[in-house]
């Protein structure tokens, strides 16, 4: 277990965890992610629930559901089932049961049946059904990351954001079978104005390893500037350390020309990537395979579409791949972000 003067090095509240009080300005909305994959099982689930802006006591859960192989399974619900330590939409509940430690998800519903390659040329159209349900917990396996200056207006018209490592544990049920889940989570908690117009790209990545290391990448790309972040945790008893950003994978920049970019990240050119990071130990190197994908178009201010709508040129391709990692000789797993507008994409055969 993680010392608690090392879990909460930004000085976070601990009701900042929780859903915030709802502010009445433009755009104003809330969000929370939450994803887990276990490597060996080849199952795992991510959700993005968001209040809706027009309505902020609406919550929307957009839900993909990670099968072995190609296959996923998809679903978006809304509803006004929020509740004081998480929010809900639907059949999908998330609870804060230890604030910076411990997150209960769980869905029980259904979902439609797709796949990978499917999803990454069109949206989700109307189809038949599957019954799913996930119990999942997410335990803190690094610290709680946040910019200092999240914490003092987090819960008023300023941008809050934080996020977790986490070593994720629980379960599946599909098919009539039960199926035993072990592997690595991440979670991230945002509130203020949102807009999704100004994005250009990003690749925003989470890694965990058996002996305790973990490790964050972030590079987001924005009309007028660029966000770049990088940390490691090593599980030994010493801080959260901050890292320079050496190598990463393909981020699009501002000129990045019409259809340069294959919409399927796990594409033959980008299936592999290295991210290279600079720490007071030197120079560390981590390797990565991506496993599966999903995506999810954006179009501004907020809204999100099940899949990739590659005749709008205007929306940004989301995609979440859970990944095997290599560093220094050890075996881990992740979950890798990319974004890129939809103009920049071409759909794979």
Same mark, same amino acid.
């Given at each position: ?10 000085? @976070? ?6 859903? %915030? ?20 099982? *080849?199952?795992?689930?991510?959700? %993005? /629930? ?23 399974? /998809?679903?978006?619900?809304? +509803?006004?089932d929020g509740h004081a330590r998480g929010p809900?939409? =639907? ?5 804060? $049961? ?10 029980? +519903? ?12 069109? #949206?989700? !159209? ?5 019954? #799913?349900?996930? %119990? ?10 946040? !910019? ?21 544990? *629980? ?28 994005? &250009? ?18 590079? #987001? ?18 801080p959260l350390e901050m890292v320079e950003i050496?190598? @990463?994978? @393909?981020?699009?920049? !501002? ?32 390797? *990565?395979?991506?496993? %599966?994908?999903?995506? $999810?178009?954006?179009?501004?201010? #907020? ?11 205007? +929306? ?17 797993? =992740? &979950? ?14």
């Amino acid at each position: 277990m993680i010392a608690d003067n090392l879990v909460n090095p930004f000085n @976070h509240l601990q009701e900042l965890e929780l859903p %915030h009080e709802i502010v009445v300005m433009e755009n104003w909305t809330e969000h929370y992610f939450f994803a887990g994959y276990d490597i060996e099982a *080849g199952f795992g689930a991510c959700v %993005h /629930v968001g209040r809706l802006p027009a309505d902020p006591t609406i919550w929307r859960a957009v839900i993909q559901i990670y099968l072995p192989g190609e296959k996923l399974l /998809v679903a978006k619900y809304h +509803g006004r089932d929020g509740h004081a330590r998480g929010p809900g939409a =639907g059949p999908f509940k998330a609870s804060c $049961i230890d604030p910076f430690r411990l997150w209960a998800v769980e869905f029980d +519903g259904a979902a439609f049946s797709t796949t990978r390659q499917e999803i990454m040329r069109e #949206v989700l !159209r109307d189809g038949p059904a599957e019954p #799913v349900k996930f %119990h999942m917990l997410l335990e803190a396996a690094g610290p709680i990351f946040g !910019r200092t200056d999240d914490h003092g207006e987090g819960r008023s018209s300023s941008t809050f954001h934080s996020e977790q490592i986490c070593r994720m544990r *629980g379960h599946i049920v599909y098919q009539g079978k039960r199926i035993e889940l072990s592997g690595t989570g991440v979670r991230d908690h945002s509130s203020g104005p949102r807009d999704y117009g100004p994005v &250009i790209g990003d690749i925003w990545f989470h890694g965990c390893f058996p002996s305790g290391k973990i490790v964050q990448t972030q590079v #987001v790309r924005f009309e007028s500037f660029e966000i770049k972040t990088a940390y490691i945790f090593r599980g030994d008893g010493t801080p959260l350390e901050m890292v320079e950003i050496i190598e @990463h994978p @393909h981020v699009n920049s !501002r000129d990045a020309g019409p259809q340069s970019l294959a919409a399927d990240p796990l594409s033959e050119a980008a299936r592999n990537f290295k991210i290279v990071l600079k720490s007071r130990q030197g120079i560390e190197v981590i390797e *990565g395979e991506l496993q %599966h994908s999903h995506a $999810i178009t954006y179009f501004a201010p #907020v809204e999100e579409f099940l899949g990739t709508d590659l005749t709008r040129p205007d +929306g940004i391709q989301m995609c979440e791949a859970p990944v095997k990692l290599r560093w220094n000789g050890e075996n881990g797993s =992740g &979950i890798r972000e990319r974004v890129a507008r939809t103009g920049t994409l071409f759909a794979c055969s």
